[in-house]
């Protein structure tokens, strides 16, 4: 089996800030944690999705870690599914614990997960220095992820309310924005107006072209905000959108022109868009189908 590694440097512009493989290394057969070594690999990879997704089910299957391993790798294609399920069942035929901890091979004493920094993002902590995108790329990850129950309004993005900005403080944070307290404190569209201003972003226009990844605002101002969206791409002069709560779900609107966002059933016109701090704009990578 391929075992695609956690990059143990250039996660971080910041030295100070310990990497993905800092935070999560695991000394698999007593010879030292080597991101190299396929042992210490697996097992560090397994750390990673348990503490994003929780503790591995008994007896599997773990295709459900492919969210993870798309966030941490970039890795996000429809064949990373089986990479990930494959990674945690090696890593559970090996002695990897379903109570939550890893238990390294060799007797080693088990160990759990930091909850300092990593890499920047991921929901995790760091310093930014994320790309429009690694956001995009993100939220391209969870389309079709819907609320459960249906109409609960409940979702892994937070707690069980209006959720459109819980989704974009989630994507933003998984695609290394750093933005602390996780998403409750965020839970208000308007927050972002304020929040992007004080740390260094941009707040544009809604006559401005945006780039993708921003956050699309729509309602008549901060105080008077009805949804939230990121902007997937500019096509001219319309935009298309990722947006959490449209329809239930997490779903792809547009393209539209932006004066026209109430027509293609937005809840508000387009006040805003806000551009995170230290975002450097990229090509988006993926073609849509």
Known sequence: ??????????????????????????????????????????????????????????????????????????????????????????????????EGKVRPSGGAEAVTVSQGSACQGFGIGGSGGATGGAIVRVARSQLGVAEDPPGSNCTKYGPCEQWCALFVAWVWQHA?????GGTPPYAYSGTFYGWVKEHGGRVLPATA?????????????????????IVEEVLGGQIVTIE??????????????????????????????????????????????
């Open 209 to 229: 072209t945006p780039s993708p990844g921003d956050a699309v605002l729509y309602g008549w101002g901060p105080k008077e905000t009805e949804h939230i969206g």
């Open 244 to 289: 959490g709560n449209f329809a239930d779900q997490v779903s792809r609107v547009g393209p539209f022109l932006p004066a026209l966002a109430v027509l293609q059933g937005e809840a508000g016109p387009i006040y805003a868009y806000a551009e995170p701090p230290g975002v450097g704009h990229e090509p988006t990578g993926v073609e849509r189908g």
């Open 1 to 98: 089996m391929e075992i695609a590694y956690v990059r143990g440097s250039e996660c971080s512009p910041d030295p100070s800030v310990p990497t993905i493989w800092e935070t999560y290394e695991v000394d698999a057969d007593g010879g030292g944690a080597d991101i190299f070594d396929p042992a210490d690999a697996i097992f560090t990879a397994a750390r990673i999705m348990r503490a994003e997704m929780g503790a591995p089910p008994a007896g599997g299957p773990y295709h459900g870690y492919y969210e993870t391993a798309c966030h941490y790798y970039g890795a996000c294609a429809d064949g990373l599914v089986d990479y990930a399920h494959e990674v945690m069942a090696r890593a559970v035929e090996f002695g990897f614990g379903h």
């Open 176 to 180: 290394g924005i750093a933005m602390a």
